[in-house]
């Protein structure tokens, strides 16, 4: 699986969104890019993924750049709840099957 | 309904005890995965099971760590004579399918603590 890059942490404003990069400059053309956060003292939770389209979904939007190296996660309106580690995957559809988790982007919202 | 569960949710062992964590997934799931997360990282891939066979067990870090799910639904993670490097977050996840592609629904972890 192609290697992720995440800044280690991130502030946003309650109410505002919040936009999470990551950078996948390997990425091959079979490779979907997920999204998970972790609460603390929880376990990770599925948030979206995507190939080369961009996604929505009630929680999140997800941004895919045209040449795929890079992603954007957003939160339109971030919340207290919302502070969590987020972790870019990226994972080759349908042959595999396992998580790769990097060390994530700590998000802090703050009121 | 019911998402995973994991018990305990902390567990303290001596140097050198044998320690056994538990995992229920979500009923009728036919992958089950464990994860390892140390302290400040990112969880790592231990092992792989669909319905009752162990197929993928590359991440355990040693013969020390055996895992099982003998009927296909529970799973244990056995840790025998734990190492102080053993201490981190135990965490279990299922996903419907054959986990292909599947979103993993994960447990709350086993925080374990070797003294």
């Known amino acids: 699986d192609a290697k992720t890059t995440q800044p280690p942490s991130m502030d946003c404003a309650e109410g505002r969104a919040a936009n999470l990069p990551c950078n996948h400059s390997t990425i091959s053309g079979n490779e979907y890019v997920y999204w998970y956060r972790q609460i603390h003292s929880q376990g990770p939770q599925y948030i979206i993924h995507g190939l080369k389209n961009n996604e929505t979904n009630e929680m999140a939007s997800l941004i895919i750049t045209e040449d795929r190296k890079s992603s954007t996660l957003i939160l339109p309106h971030a919340t207290l709840r919302d502070t969590a580690v987020y972790y870019c995957i990226v994972r080759v559809g349908g042959s595999n099957y396992k998580l790769t988790f990097g060390k994530g982007t700590l998000l802090t919202v703050n009121p | 309904g019911a998402g995973v569960s994991q018990s305990p949710r902390y567990k303290v062992a001596k140097r050198g005890q044998d320690v056994a964590l538990r995992c229920d997934p979500i009923?009728?799931?036919?992958?089950l995965f464990w994860y390892q997360q140390a302290l400040g990282q990112g969880p790592e891939f231990l092992t792989y099971?669909?319905?009752?066979?162990?197929?993928?067990k590359s991440g355990l870090p040693s013969d020390r760590f055996f895992a099982e799910r003998p009927e296909g639904s529970v799973s244990t993670l056995k840790i025998q004579r734990t190492q102080q490097e053993d201490s981190a977050v135990y965490l279990c996840?299922?996903?419907?399918?054959?986990?292909?592609?599947?979103?993993?629904?994960f447990g709350p972890g086993t925080r374990l603590t070797v003294l």
């Open positions: 099971f669909q319905n009752e066979a162990q197929l993928d």
């Open positions: 996840a299922s996903s419907p399918g054959t986990g292909r592609s599947d979103e993993q629904f």
């Open positions: 009923s009728g799931h036919v992958s």
